[in-house]
């Protein structure tokens, strides 16, 4: 029975970054000619192209993620550590755990998913922490780094367990969200007794970092009246901007003033990254709380009370819902456009372009829900992308999940760690490391395996398709075990010569995964 075009691919058609007719969802069910036939390289062609795709959708949607948790935590009136733990966490995390929840879903492709877990895990805790230390050496903050350490090292022990035996019951899979729960507990309860003692006097102040904002990136001007422009970019006169003139200024994904005094590079990623952005703009609302204005935009804001309802129905279950038609006769999607836009048109009369109204936080749930289907749909696709690829070039799941699938869902993390680093804030960006994955491994092995348990058979079953597997959860421990050593044994001073350790044990693993998948080193299965 075919598959039809996904609602991914129709809503990405309709925005213009896909051409129309693109299949997104690639049938692997069937066997596919030899890698040196034509329709073979055409296929891995597309593959890789839909790849690249996902992997700026998946970057870029981090941007649309953390305002948004910000402000639902300023509006559920959450501490900065329970926010950090939680909402930042899964906003920086999504990609991950959703790749990993769809992974899971399909027994044949379970081993993206550990393959991704672990393989983005040794990759952050090597090539991003030892790539904050090459660029600003600095010293570690003791008690959060010890903690987080053994948190993963347990996460990571209980992972090779549940690998070993084969399955996993409905008992472990909430003992990893259990676990969470009690790292974020813990994180709260340090965090309490260490203000106690420096309010007290009894803890000694560490080396001094200032406060981080939650954007790490130089901070886009939101309209001509931002007193950052300078002198040649502030309006001589105060005016008040058209409904008209601040769609298309919101609409604009380029700052031409930042343009011109980024280097090359930075054009050239975001050249790539202008389709994709621009779709996210048009169906995201971002609600931001560090902004005068809450980034309030009237006539975005009411066009994004038909989009982003619109987006939700037509890549839940690959469009079945929005497609699905009452009574034979009226689509859903039809139904949805009707009552959104007679909301969005009372909204758009009932408030004003200077003042946002009392309900703006609404927009701020609005827009992680449609952050959230944004990168469920990118991930949905991923992994039968990622399988094609396996097919047609006889690679093992694995060797995917931890090369193409954990590079893509790292490499946000990786800017935005590395940037901080540069910006003076290597510990922030250093704990963020440990921090971020902690969430990824726990949340994305337990919600993905309990998702798919039923009541009939509440375990889902494991087996490793490749000996790669022991080498990734082998070289994950080692790597923790090093760090856990060599920290505390350099006084958790962090110097370049740890940065070079740590980068060299992770091309040393790529070496022998590598040698491993094409069977030139070979390892006795357990």
């Known amino acids: 029975m075919g598959q039809g075009p996904t609602g991914l691919a129709v809503v990405l058609s309709l925005a213009g970054a896909l051409p129309a007719g693109t299949p997104l969802l690639l049938d692997v069910g069937h066997t596919l000619p030899p890698a ?22 998946g970057v870029t949607a981090e941007k649309f993620f953390c305002p948004n948790l910000s402000a639902i935590s300023t509006t559920l009136k959450l501490s900065h550590n329970v926010a950090g733990v939680t909402f930042l966490a899964f906003g920086n995390g999504a990609p991950d755990v959703f790749s990993a929840v769809v992974a899971f879903s399909n027994p044949r492709t379970a081993g993206l998913a550990i393959g991704a877990v672990f393989g983005a895990g040794v990759f952050v805790t090597t090539v991003v922490a030892g790539g904050i230390a090459l660029v600003k050496p ?43 729960v009690f790292y974020v507990l813990t994180v709260v309860l340090c965090t309490c007794i260490h203000r106690r003692q420096r309010r007290d006097g009894l803890a000694p102040p560490g080396p001094w970092e200032p406060e981080m904002p939650a954007n790490v990136e130089e901070p886009e001007p939101s309209g001509t009246n931002s007193g950052d422009y300078g002198e040649e970019y502030r309006p001589l006169l105060p005016s008040q901007e058209t409904s008209l003139r601040i769609l298309t200024t919101a609409l604009s994904p380029l700052d031409y003033r930042k343009w011109r005094r980024k280097p090359w590079y930075w054009r050239l990623f975001k050249a790539f990254k202008v389709p994709v952005e621009l779709v996210l703009l048009l169906t995201v609302p971002v609600v931001d709380p560090d902004k005068d204005d809450l980034n309030w935009k009237r006539p975005l804001n009411c066009l994004h009370i038909l989009t982003s309802p619109l987006l939700c129905v037509l890549t839940l279950k690959s469009g079945a819902y929005g497609l699905y038609q009452i009574q034979g006769i009226f689509p859903v999607w039809a139904l949805v456009t009707l009552v959104a836009s007679a909301l969005a048109l009372i909204i758009f009369i009932t408030t004003s372009n200077e003042e946002p109204p009392k309900y703006h936080c609404v927009f701020a749930f609005l827009g992680f829900l449609a952050s959230a289907m944004w990168i469920n749909a990118a991930a949905t696709e991923l992994v039968n992308v990622l399988r094609t690829l396996g097919i047609i070039f006889q690679l093992s799941n694995t060797v995917l999940g931890l090369t193409l699938l954990a590079w893509g869902n790292s490499i946000g993390d990786a800017f935005s760690d590395l940037t901080m680093a540069r910006q003076g804030y290597p510990r922030m960006a250093f704990s963020a490391c440990f921090g971020g994955i902690i969430f990824n491994i726990l949340v994305g092995v337990g919600l993905g395996c309990l998702l798919q348990m039923t009541s009939s058979q509440p375990l889902v079953k494991l087996e490793p398709d490749s000996p790669l597997v022991w080498v990734l959860a082998g070289t994950l421990g080692l790597s923790l075990a090093f760090s ?40 006795s299965t357990l």
């Open 36 to 57: 040196g036939d034509a329709l073979s390289r055409g296929r891995g062609l597309d593959a890789l192209w839909l790849l690249y795709l996902f992997i700026i959708l």
């Open 138 to 180: 600095f010293t570690a903050a003791s008690r959060p780094f010890l903690r987080d350490v053994i948190f993963y090292m347990v996460a990571v022990f209980l992972t090779f367990v549940v690998l070993y035996l084969g399955r996993i019951r409905l008992g472990e899979a909430l003992g990893y969200l259990g676990l969470y």
């Open 484 to 523: 856990f050593v060599m920290v505390p044994a350099q006084c958790f001073q962090l110097g370049k010569a740890y940065g070079l350790c740590l980068i060299t044990c992770y091309l040393v693993f790529l070496c022998v995964a590598l040698l491993t998948e094409f069977r030139v080193i070979h390892f």
